[in-house]
């Protein structure tokens, strides 16, 4: 009896036959599940890259400035470029990234973007990586950890000389979003289109734009916003007519000075015992 029950005691609770199948079914679920998150992530990063350029054919954002003007906006070299494709039909902008592509003809800004400038914050460096498995790394957040000062949004438009109206921003930058915008200088510039990442879940992004009249799209991946910038247009408007009219005032002044020299010229030569006069003579 004793021996039954020792026997019973140390009997397998798996029987050896199927360890190995189920160990390996449990193997390929969780590589399934694995790969299966890794791919939404991915997904969601390559959707919003692409928003560059579809963003602008969706909101028919008109012609604006001359020429377009974008404002890319990243927080450490991910591989993927969001503003690539405006930048492709001609499109001109800047590039605000830590680790900037140097393949861009954006004007690059080697600096990540923070609500005050001089600020320093922890940015994920995968520059040194191929280009193939930055996005990867980058997703999976496993990329060194490196410290660089930041600057303002309102110090990266004024030193970029960017104009009062910009057509598209681009926001990325890894959690401060809220921060970034609540410091955005709206009183210098109006943005017609925005795509701000979403960090987390519950994120005041969106309520924040809605109070500064823009119309709202919130998506998995973050927020897409149109806004009307009416005002900055009458304001261009008038600084334009009074331009053309501070050159017009311009040209009829120096017209009337070069009249006024050629009667003065003509006068002088004609005075008794100048050169013409006696040649005249």
Avoid at 71 to 92: A, C, F, P, Y
Avoid at 108 to 132: F, H, L, N, T
Wanted: glycine letters at 8%; proline letters at 5%; hydrophobic letters at 40%.
């Amino acid at each position: 009896m004793r021996r039954g029950a020792n026997a019973r005691r140390t009997a397998p609770l798996v029987p050896k036959e199927l360890i190995v199948p189920v160990c390996q079914r449990l193997a390929f679920v969780l590589f399934a599940m694995c790969s299966t998150a890794l791919g939404i992530r991915l997904y969601a990063r390559y959707k919003l890259s692409t928003l560059g350029g579809t963003m602008a054919s969706r909101v028919g954002i008109p012609f604006v400035n001359g020429t377009h003007f974008f404002v890319d906006i990243s927080q450490g070299g991910n591989g993927m470029s969001h503003t690539r494709t405006l930048e492709e039909s001609g499109w001109k902008g800047i590039c605000a990234d830590p680790f900037p592509d140097r393949d861009r003809t954006c004007e690059a800004v080697s600096m990540p973007v923070v609500a005050k400038s001089g600020e320093k914050v922890m940015v994920s460096d995968c520059s040194s990586r191929p280009a193939v498995m930055q996005a990867v790394l980058a997703a999976l957040s496993n990329c060194p950890q490196v410290e660089r000062a930041g600057v303002s949004m309102d110090n990266l438009l004024r030193i970029s000389k960017a104009p009062s109206i910009i057509d598209f921003i681009h926001l990325d930058s890894g959690g401060s979003e809220e921060q970034i915008l609540s410091t955005f200088p709206f009183d210098k510039f109006c943005v017609r289109a925005w795509a701000v990442s979403k960090a987390h879940q519950g994120s005041a992004v969106g309520s924040f734009l809605k109070h500064r009249d823009c119309e709202i799209k919130e998506a998995p991946v973050g927020y897409f916003a149109r806004c009307s910038c009416s005002k900055f247009e009458e304001a261009d408007a008038m600084s334009l007519a009074d331009q053309t009219k501070a050159k017009e005032v311009k040209r009829r002044s120096l017209s009337k000075m070069a009249r006024r020299k050629m009667r003065n010229t003509r006068g002088q030569s004609l005075e008794p015992g100048s050169s013409m006069m006696r040649r005249m003579s």
